[in-house]
């Protein structure tokens, strides 16, 4: 076991030692980062001999900076990631200069996540090229990485990568020149949130990436949009929320740079209004199929209507706009649905068949009562689909409060309103007066007067007289209980 490490191992620490000629290799591991060790190597007994890393806290007088290679080894050395053969994931590292025919395999997955690292720099390329060959997704979030140069160097050496993160990263104080963005070519999803990317820099990559599919530009402060000089044929999501995107003419740019566009995802950038004609919008996006205008600022139906124009929509998201504040959650749905005839799924909820006939119908009695000038031209092609509907009649479901009965007792018989909350006892109580029984020597008989049976002694004092069923000229009987 320990020969098949060497060849890695020969590798890793002559890239450590390049670093500080003075380090040694040492194979206790603390708190999850690499350290080097100036004098006194220790072996480690699980790799027989072989010198593996040795991972400590970093101390104070060490640079706050590192590299992509040096977090790399960090994350997944041996020790966190053990040795694997067989089939899967890992990195082949080459024949050693000795001329070794054998390779070893460190298990490193082709999905690498070294977000929040601290790093600065991408370290040495042939070690990037070895080990990174096989990566196809790659999340460099949150380091601080501020040179394109640095960042093509770690591309450029990871032939099959497909995804790449850089959000929050400060590339904003370096220029992407076009020979650096050359390196993303093989790219296909971009994110770049919070990197406060200049739209220059977007310029670049749009023009260097053929096949870029979809790209993420949220929370980079944008209050306008740059045209490219070239159109990207080739995206088909944008993600842009959360910028200060507002006015219409800045957002019909990217219909203009992206013309095959399926996702627009533009929540929280306080847009208006649509200020475009319907001929200009199926035009500007002609392939669009989903939007997203979550917390948007759009405050009237014209632009609701507006989305009509778009000739593939089929899902839209329109939660939080001013516009439908003042509507109830069901009012809000219905009125959506029946205003915009192609969707299928709103605000992330499939419209059935069932439901949309519901929402349309709904519509109809919703407007039926407006002056005509303020009826929608929508109202009149859904009266013409479903014709003139009568309004829903108005069915009180809560249970009767009181009833109007007639009391018998021996010949007499009185009118009187009895509440039906109240229970048989409590009527009891009320009726002691009345027939000068006292409860206890009192039965009461119940008589619907729509029942084909006969009357229904009421014998449990603790049942409420509503469920019975007790209604308007219904009938009770008082009769004295006999010794």
């Known amino acids: 076991m320990g020969m098949l490490w060497f060849p890695f191992f020969y590798r890793l620490a002559s890239f450590i030692i390049r670093n500080n000629p003075n380090a040694k290799l040492s194979a206790c591991r603390e708190a999850g980062r690499m350290s080097f060790v100036p004098a006194g190597t220790q072996r480690s007994a699980s790799h027989h001999g072989v010198l593996v890393p040795k991972v400590q806290e970093r101390s104070m007088d060490q640079p706050s900076g590192r590299s992509f290679m040096q977090v790399l080894c960090e994350k997944y050395s041996p020790e966190n990631f053990p040795y694997r053969r067989g089939p899967g994931m890992g990195v082949h590292v080459p024949a050693t200069p000795q001329g070794s025919p054998m390779k070893d395999r460190l298990n490193l997955p082709s999905v690498l996540v070294l977000n929040s690292c601290g790093i600065t720099c991408a370290g040495d390329e042939n070690e990037i090229a070895a080990f990174c060959a096989h990566v196809s997704e790659l999340d460099l979030s949150d380091n601080k990485l501020e040179d394109w140069h640095e960042v093509s160097k770690i591309v450029s050496n990871v032939p099959h990568l497909e995804f790449l993160n850089l959000s929050s990263n400060p590339l904003s104080l370096s220029v992407l020149e076009r020979r650096c963005a050359g390196s993303f070519a093989g790219v296909r999803k971009l994110v770049l949130n919070n990197s406060k990317a200049s739209w220059e820099t977007v310029h670049t990559i749009l023009q260097e990436l053929p096949d870029l599919e979809e790209l993420f530009l949220c929370l980079n402060d944008y209050e306008t949009v740059s045209c490219s000089p070239v159109c990207c044929q080739s995206l088909k999501l944008l993600h842009i929320t959360d910028n200060n995107l507002q006015d219409w003419t800045e957002i019909r740019k990217l219909g203009i740079m992206f013309p095959s566009l399926d996702t627009l995802i533009l929540a929280n ?32 139906w014209e632009d609701i209507d507006k989305l009509n124009s778009f000739p593939k929509l089929e899902e839209v998201k329109l939660l939080g706009i001013p516009l439908l504040q003042s509507y109830t959650t069901e009012e809000r749905r219905k009125l959506l649905i029946a205003r915009l005839p192609s969707i299928i799924k709103l605000n992330g909820s499939i419209v059935a068949d069932g439901e949309r006939e519901d929402s349309e119908r709904f519509f109809i009695r919703y407007y039926m009562e407006f002056p005509e000038e303020e009826v929608p031209f929508r109202y009149h092609e859904l009266v013409t689909k479903y014709g003139k509907l009568e309004p829903l009649a108005v069915v009180d479901l809560r249970p009767q409060s009181s009833a109007k009965v007639e009391v018998h007792f021996q010949d007499k018989v009185e009118e009187m309103s009895i509440r039906l909350d109240q229970t048989v006892a409590e009527l009891k109580k009320h009726l002691k007066t009345v027939v000068q ?15 084909p049976f006969g009357p229904e002694e009421l014998k449990y004092s603790s049942r409420a007289l509503h469920s019975y069923g ?5 009938k009770i009987y008082v009769e004295p209980r006999m010794k």
């Not at 306080?270 to 205008?293: G, V």
């Not at 029984?437 to 029942?451: G, H, I, P, R, V």
Request: proline share 2%; aromatic share 6%; charged share 25%.
């Open 470 to 474: 007790i209604r308007d000229g219904d």
């Open 269 to 300: 950038n306080n847009l208006t209004t649509i200020e475009e004609t319907e001929d200009s919008l199926a035009r500007l996006f002609p392939n669009l199929r989903s939007i997203n205008l979550h917390k948007s600022g759009l405050h009237c």
């Open 437 to 451: 029984l006292s409860t206890s020597n009192m039965l009461l008989f119940y008589l619907d007067q729509e029942a």
